[in-house]
């Protein structure tokens, strides 16, 4: 019964679920440094999943848009992180894997400053 368990957790855990992240290069957005960019910032964000991962089989993530919507026209030094809270474990054991949130935590360096809300893209949904 304990390995049953186990199992269940486990693919409850890992699912069939992905996330793809990618940039349709509309802002500069690096994996190397630029000696410009020196203030750290960090960008949370969450995808959703349902059915033990299977809808949406994955997500695509636009890295420039999130980067944009935060606010920044630009990131350097690109790191990503995805992750599943404790939170997010919990929800997707008491539901049996019908819901299952990933989270994931952009960071990078920008110049500092924040763009002009005027100037960020609507969202027109």
């Not at 630029?34 to 997500?59: A, D, M, S």
């Not at 997010?88 to 110049?111: D, K």
Request: neutral net charge; proline residues 6%; glycine residues 8%.
């Amino acid at each position: 019964m304990t390995k049953l368990l186990l199992t269940f957790l486990l693919i409850l855990n890992f699912g069939c679920s992905t996330i793809h992240f990618r940039s349709n290069n509309s802002i500069p957005v690096q994996l190397n440094g630029n000696p410009n960019q020196t203030t750290e910032v960090t960008i949370t964000g969450k995808r959703n999943f349902y059915f033990w991962g299977l809808n949406p089989e994955h997500e695509e993530v636009i890295i420039d848009e999130v980067v944009r919507k935060a606010g920044y026209d630009g990131l350097s030094k690109l790191i990503i992180y995805e992750k599943k809270t404790p939170e997010e474990i919990l929800i997707s054991i008491l539901t049996f894997g019908i819901y299952l949130p990933h989270s994931f935590t952009i960071t990078g360096y920008t110049n500092g400053k924040k763009m002009p809300m005027d100037d960020l893209p609507q969202n027109n949904q």
